[in-house]
């Protein structure tokens, strides 16, 4: 007898006991992830929550299970109605309460001080982030909407007096009252104190602050020695990091705008030779291949700072400008090399250098160029069968990371499978995390036929997966190239004939 069938005589039978409630619901959130997230399963769901919500629409605990099972079956609308019907002294994990000051904040500050403190004492890394990821951008003039109400900086000076607030939020406060004054002589004050390096995420408030000074006639020294003095700090910690420090990406952003705010300096300045030296460490502190891999570990900081999302193309442009065109090439080349919308002025930039050659072989040939080989493997099909990667050997083959738990990949496979269809031999998709019989049974139901092999951990590892849905591109001499969620189709396709 299935679990789905036990679970639904368990209904009939009027079970109502909060305990074995709880327990049916994450036997069907199990049920369905483990078993390729059919739609029989989804009804189950569905029809559990129907037996049990007029009874139990009071109980906490059953409307977290509840919202934890309507995320499961991509129900997320009705999942945030849930979740607001849950009473603020119900939560108590970390990412619930993280979760509920996200909603408290906007609108009511003063119901958001106790969440604020409840999360402090549960888990303070949690808070951290909470403060810089989610706090923060409350004030930044760059998200939309921010705010900037007297009440959210009464929820501030608040929530500093105690710790470990108080600690974490120097430099954090210390940009909110320069935001909020015209008071020169504050702003001198502000611009005296020392470098504060007390929290994480001092630089990217204390860079806030420098562009602050640096709308002030008056302060336009002081801004710059603030930003020379966070380089030097950020530079200096860097030197300590391994390269796959989760702070790495964070830091390397400060740098890359720090700069590039030197480099803006420098060309009102009319000192080209200063641009262009800013420039170049702005370039060289973007977001690299490593960085754009965990984009989350800088997204934060390219936000509340109003960045760029990359330095390499400014560079460029500031090369061309003053005829440097070889090296502006190699800077467009860069770029387009990890944003595929970046290709545009590249070609544009090869044609006027290079006219009489072929810019599709120039960019074919730059992606490869120092590429590694894709590790072989050989792995089963659901079916028993074996299939090794080195049986496509001599052809472009996209090759798909993906899994049946997988949200975003299930939307994208109706389009994996499509071009399988219409270009055999050209795909391989790897199913992560599941068994051979859940996969059978996924592509069952929904008539894929796309080739599919069972992975296993020491593939993801081989293949550095850092994500889901992961793809690489495999070229005919089997050196592989990331390429983007977002362009793998048009990628495959411009290479099928090469």
């Not at 002081?222 to 030097?232: N, S």
């Not at 641009?275 to 891999?293: C, M, V």
Request: overall charge negative.
């Amino acid at each position: 007898m299935t679990v789905a069938i036990v679970l639904g005589l368990a209904i009939l039978a009027g079970q109502t006991d909060l305990p074995n409630v709880l327990t049916q619901a994450e036997a069907l959130s199990k049920t369905y992830l483990e078993r390729g997230q059919a739609s029989s399963d989804k009804a189950a769901i569905l029809e559990f929550l129907a037996a049990h919500d007029q009874e139990l629409a009071s109980e906490p605990r059953y409307l977290l299970a509840k919202v934890h099972l309507l995320f499961d079956i991509g129900e997320d609308d009705r999942a945030f109605d849930t979740f607001d019907r849950v009473p603020d002294d119900a939560l108590t994990s970390p990412t619930d309460l993280a979760n509920r000051l996200r909603q408290r904040l906007g609108h009511d500050p003063a119901a958001a001080l106790p969440l604020a403190r409840k999360l402090a004492s549960t888990s303070v890394p949690v808070f951290v982030r909470w403060v810089h990821e989610s706090l923060a951008q409350q004030f930044a003039p760059t998200i939309k909407p921010s705010v900037d109400t007297p009440q959210h900086d009464a929820f501030l000076r608040a929530l500093a007096e105690t710790e470990p607030a108080a600690s974490i939020t120097v430099a954090l406060r210390m940009w909110r009252t320069a935001q909020r004054t015209t008071d020169r002589a504050a702003l001198r004050t502000l611009a005296a104190q020392p470098l504060d390096q007390s929290d994480a995420y001092a630089p990217r408030y204390l860079l806030l602050l420098a562009d602050r000074f640096e709308r002030e006639a008056s302060l336009g020294d002081d801004a710059r020695a603030l930003r020379a003095a966070v380089i030097v700090a950020v530079h200096k910690d860097l030197e300590s990091l391994p390269r796959q420090d989760e702070k790495q990406p964070r830091e390397r952003y400060w740098l890359a705008y720090a700069y590039a705010a030197e480099a803006s300096t420098a060309r009102a300045a009319g000192k080209t030779d200063a641009e262009l030296t800013a420039l170049r460490e702005a370039a060289r502190f973007s977001p690299d291949a490593d960085d754009r891999r965990f984009q989350y570990r800088y997204a934060y900081e390219k936000a509340t700072l109003g960045g760029a999302s990359e330095y390499r193309s400014a560079f460029a442009e500031a090369l061309e400008r003053t005829g440097r065109l070889d090296e502006a090439l190699a800077q467009r080349t860069a770029a387009a090399q990890l944003d595929p919308a970046k290709v545009g002025p590249l070609q544009q930039l090869f044609t006027r250098l290079r006219p009489s050659e072929s810019f599709d072989k120039y960019w074919l040939e730059t992606r490869l160029a120092g590429r590694p080989a894709a590790p072989d493997f050989s792995l089963p099909t659901p079916s028993g069968a074996t299939i090794s990667l080195a049986s496509f050997r001599g052809r472009w083959v996209l090759l798909d990371f993906w899994g049946t738990w997988c949200s975003p990949c299930q939307a994208e496979m109706p389009d994996v499978d499509a071009l399988a269809r219409a270009h055999p031999g050209h795909v391989l998709t790897v199913a992560m995390h599941d068994t051979a019989a859940t996969v059978a049974r996924y592509m069952q139901q929904r008539g894929f036929a796309f080739p599919v092999v069972i992975g296993t951990e020491v593939v993801e590892r081989a293949f550095e997966v850092p994500y889901y849905p992961f793809k690489l591109l495999i070229a005919p001499d089997g050196r592989s190239l990331a390429v983007q969620n977002e362009t793998w189709r048009a990628d495959l396709l411009r290479y099928l004939d090469k």
